[in-house]
């Protein structure tokens, strides 16, 4: 008896250790700063789909590359340099702040809409955290990056004032990062928010990418991940939700998403969607992979902008 109770614990401390191990290496790949094996993934599953726009990406980047602009930083909640480019616009009485996605970069992401964005107002291109120029050694999956949001929102209030118009668009993990945000207490000057492809939490979008990869959700390898984020990035994959940040919120929202978007799932944006009790726009891109709705429903995409923003800068709003 005794020898099978050593044997039987000496089973489950191993398989305690296989767990942790796979744990952090699993951690590491979805969080680092320089995932590089996360980040081929993503630029080969996306090739396809963004081929045939490549001429579009391609102006669009020359376009941020010849605007006119300034580098700015501001210090995060946790003391990170975080790093933004703010563009003037063809409308100076508005500013965008444009949040970019999962290892992604803002003069990619907003790379075929930046020609329309800038006659709607300036550009605040950011840098999320562990991105581009800005510091961080962890990706939070919009956690900690919505705090970097409303501190970004405050630097706006400090430099242009209460009466200057700011609004949050998102994409991707972005998306989630400008969600999750509208959750906090955002200043005054924050009117309104666009979220595209957003996925409803950390835990969730691990969660349905493990499933696609898998075949099943091994939940206890989710759990030994989530470990690792509290002890080394300060966040839990289960901590925030979209559709939780909804019952905070008190600002209109466009959201938009593409059907046949096989990274991220619509059905996340509609569940954020149908828990916001405030002003909301819906554009659901029929067919549309991740992050091209914008192009696959330009008119109706359009359209709903212009109506969040009449909407938002009403007199009495």
């Known amino acids: 008896m005794e020898t099978f109770l050593v044997l039987l614990f000496a089973v489950l401390l191993f398989f305690v250790i296989i767990l942790l191990v796979l744990g952090g290496i699993f951690f590491k790949i979805a969080c680092a ?5 996360v980040s081929k993934i993503i630029s080969e599953g996306s090739a396809n789909s963004l081929s045939p726009y490549k001429e579009q990406i391609e102006k669009g980047r020359q376009k941020i590359e010849n605007c006119k602009k300034q580098e700015v930083s501001i210090q995060s909640f946790d003391g990170l340099d975080l790093h933004a480019l703010y563009l003037s616009g063809e409308n100076p009485e508005r500013t965008i702040i444009c949040v970019h996605g999962y290892h992604s970069d803002p003069s990619h992401d907003f790379s075929i809409a930046v020609e329309p964005l800038l006659k709607h107002g300036n550009l605040l291109m950011i840098d999320q955290r562990a991105h581009g120029k800005s510091e961080g050694k962890f990706i939070t999956f ?4 919505a705090k970097d949001c409303k501190a970004w929102a405050e630097w706006l209030l400090e430099a242009l004032g209460e009466d200057h118009p700011v ?3 998102g994409v991707s993990m972005g998306g989630t990062s400008v969600l999750l945000a509208s959750g906090l207490d955002l200043p005054r000057n924050v009117r309104g928010i666009i979220a595209d492809c957003s996925f409803t939490s950390p835990y969730e979008i691990i969660e ?7 075949n099943r959700t091994p939940r206890l390898l989710l759990s030994s991940i989530d470990l690792y984020c509290k002890i080394f990035a ?3 994959l289960k901590e925030a939700s979209t559709p939780a940040a909804m019952l905070k919120n008190t600002r209109p929202i466009l959201f938009a998403h593409g059907t046949g978007d096989s990274l991220v799932p619509y059905k996340m944006t509609q569940a954020a969607y149908d ?3 405030c002003e909301k726009y819906l554009v659901l891109a029929k067919d549309a992979e991740h992050g091209l709705s914008y192009v696959i429903d330009n008119a109706r995409y359009s359209e709903a902008i212009q109506n969040l923003f009449a909407f938002c800068e009403k007199a009495d709003i």
């Open 275 to 277: 828990a916001c009790n």
């Open 234 to 236: 300060s966040f839990s």
């Open 208 to 214: 349905s990418l493990a499933q696609k990869t898998f």
């Open 33 to 37: 700063r320089n995932g590089k094996l």
């Open 142 to 145: 919009g956690v900690h990056e």
């Open 167 to 169: 609004y949050f668009d």
